[in-house]
């Protein structure tokens, strides 16, 4: 197995050296922040010339460390015994959760001007959306995701629409990778989102109704990319009989799965009006694979893969991505069109529709009617699961393949 790059990370890591701050790495668990400090991160430093023994790390899930977790002063003193002279230090702290109080610790190294701190963590608070507050402001947080489709083609050759098949079917988990075969690795996907990610956050929030937990992601995993809000999720609960559920409940448990990476909302935005839209929204999962087993791999509609494939590749790319919504006036009436994708980051914006096939120009007009009412001239593009070579509308709106789109990083841009 080759060793998987992930440069995109690995670069904003290093960009952040020495600002001062706690480079906090999240994510969701078993996604690789641990292999993006050590080896990534920590070689590259070498390869600078940093010597090695002003690295230090310290991995907390060891034994041999587990003196550490219920004493945070003797966890303190431990590190800067190891500080060698005034010469620029670099602290990896891998499991920083572990340890009682450690956000004092980290606050306390913080006035060492020679110490660079890093850490990652892989649940309770570091699997938390509100991490920066953990460290008083002076928390960095690099995001890290799944495996991308790029990064997920490094290591898997052969036939190109076999590899994105793959992908969308078993996501890009990095270890994966490693599973033997097709059984191997849906047994490795269920039991990693049951024993893993379900337990974490029925431990770290004390749930008490896990069998509303259990079928809450079931029925997101089920309607990704449909429309939904806690109301219509309750009436669903409703529907089949559970009485004692309230929408508070609900919410409660939407923010759990939320904030454990699991799955992420998106908000609707109404593109002429410029404002956004309370609800309804969308679920999106972090990672096909564990979307997918939770449904044992019988749902595979292309549509809702390939949807959340183009979300998920928007956000490894670092953009805001919304429901778009579009009103179009129709014969003394007005109409509400979706595009499924408004990406923003700075000034930059995008339009991206999902379509499986255009299969005539009907399909093509119906697909770009909403592209063509945004009252501005930001880049448009529709994006099909079919391998093409790119062309453009009549209109100017680029069509191309999703094996492109997802393999390309510069597609956006075409």
């Avoid at 109704?209 to 809450?216: G, H, K």
């Avoid at 399909?363 to 453009?392: A, C, Y």
């Amino acid at each position: 197995m080759n060793e998987i790059k992930r440069d995109n990370y690995l670069r904003r890591l290093l960009s952040k050296r020495g600002n001062g701050l706690v480079k906090v790495v999240t994510g969701i668990r078993r996604c690789g922040k641990s292999y993006l400090l050590d080896p990534l991160f920590k070689n590259a430093l070498l390869e600078e010339g940093v010597p090695e023994d002003h690295i230090v790390k310290v991995e907390l899930d060891r034994i041999a460390n587990t003196k550490f977790h219920k004493n945070p002063e003797a966890f303190d003193r431990y590190i800067r015994e190891q500080i060698k002279d005034k010469e620029q230090h670099y602290i990896i702290l891998d499991e920083i959760q572990l340890v009682e109080g450690f956000s004092w610790v980290l606050n306390g190294l913080l006035y060492e001007r020679n110490l660079d701190i890093y850490v990652t963590g892989s649940n309770s608070r570091f699997l938390s959306t509100d991490i920066s507050t953990e460290f008083r402001g002076r928390g960095d947080p690099i995001q890290i995701r799944p495996l991308s489709f790029s990064e997920f083609c490094q290591v898997r050759s052969g036939d190109r629409m076999e590899c994105l098949n793959e992908y969308l079917t078993y996501g890009g988990m990095p270890l994966v990778l490693f599973q033997e075969d097709d059984s191997a690795k849906a047994s490795y996907l269920k039991e990693l989102f049951t024993e893993t990610y379900l337990k974490d956050i029925i431990s770290r929030h004390h749930l008490e109704r896990t069998d509303i937990l259990d079928a809450l992601v079931n029925i997101l995993a089920s309607a990704v990319g449909s429309l939904t809000n806690p109301q219509k999720l309750l009436d669903t609960f409703r529907s089949k009989g559970e009485k004692g559920l309230s929408i508070n409940t609900l919410n409660s448990y939407l923010e759990c799965l939320e904030d454990a990476f699991i799955v992420k909302k998106s908000m609707r935005y109404d593109v002429k009006g410029k404002k956004y839209i309370g609800t309804p929204y969308k679920f999106y999962f972090s990672d096909l694979g564990l979307r997918n087993a939770r449904l044992n791999f019988r749902q595979q509609e292309e549509t809702h893969l390939m949807e959340n494939a183009i979300y998920n590749e928007l956000l490894y790319r670092g953009y805001n991505v919304d429901v778009g919504i579009v009103e179009i006036r129709e014969k003394n009436r007005r109409i509400q069109t979706e595009i499924d994708f408004v990406c923003n980051a700075g000034s930059k914006r995008y339009y991206i529709q999902s379509a499986l096939y255009l299969p005539d120009a009907e399909k093509t007009l119906q697909e770009s009617r909403p592209l063509n009412n945004t009252g501005d001239n930001f880049r448009k593009m529709i994006v099909v699961k079919d391998h093409i070579k790119p062309w453009h509308t009549d209109d100017g709106i680029l069509v191309v393949g999703l094996f492109d789109f997802l393999s390309s990083p510069n597609s956006l841009d075409w």
